[in-house]
């Protein structure tokens, strides 16, 4: 019995193939992420002293702060109230996280931080790598897709919608990157400010 022959495959055929578009994204979009990611944790630790993983905490105030003078200025009355509330909700656990590096002024980012960090951030970038790239996918979607006619209602939907782009693909891609070593911290500038 002969069999058929098929031919070469044509090259333009695997573009679909799984494998290679999961192998594009990997290459072209998280990776080159997580290496920003890892440049700014580094970028932080040099410039400020500070242990990485307050970045992120530091950043979500920064950008509530920016959604408070926002609110103010398009807001009153009730809803200026409801979305005081909200932004301080959305602040809590970042606030609680700064405290308590501040508390612990005397345990300094030092090796077993590293290690701990290091291993915490190998964990994720294997198993959430999906989780990433849906949170990435979602902060590039949800500006165009979340519309309501009501006007305040559209206010805390677009502030919902900064809030989300600006934070959280950057907390997925903080935790997932490679922690700077403790030693980075003393080579170059002195600390511009510190939490304790």
């Known amino acids: 019995m002969m069999t058929k022959f098929r031919g070469v495959r044509n090259p333009l055929h695997a573009i679909g193939d799984g494998r290679i578009r999961m192998d594009w994204i990997n290459r072209y979009i998280d990776q080159p992420l997580l290496h920003g990611a890892a440049g700014l944790l580094r970028s932080w630790h040099i410039r400020t002293r500070q242990p990485p993983e307050l970045l992120e905490p530091t950043w ?48 300094a980012y030092g090796a077993r931080e590293y290690k701990s960090l290091r291993a915490r951030a190998i964990a994720k970038r294997e198993a959430e790598w999906s989780v990433r790239i849906i949170v990435l996918f979602a902060s590039a979607c949800l500006p165009f897709i979340a519309r309501i006619d009501d006007p305040v209602g559209a206010y805390f939907l677009l502030g919902a919608s900064v809030w989300f782009v600006l934070t959280g693909p950057l907390k997925t891609y903080l935790d997932a990157a490679e922690p700077p070593e403790p030693t980075e911290g003393d080579r170059m500038y002195k600390g511009v400010f510190h939490f304790g």
């Not at 105030?61 to 005081?84: C, D, E, I, N």
């Not at 909700?89 to 501040?102: D, G, H």
């Open 60 to 107: 979500n105030l920064v950008v509530l702060s920016f959604l408070f003078f926002a609110s103010g200025q398009v807001m009153s009355g009730k809803p200026f109230a409801l979305s005081v509330v909200a932004l301080i909700m959305l602040a809590l656990p970042s606030a609680r996280k700064l405290l308590s590096a501040v508390k612990a002024r005397g345990s």
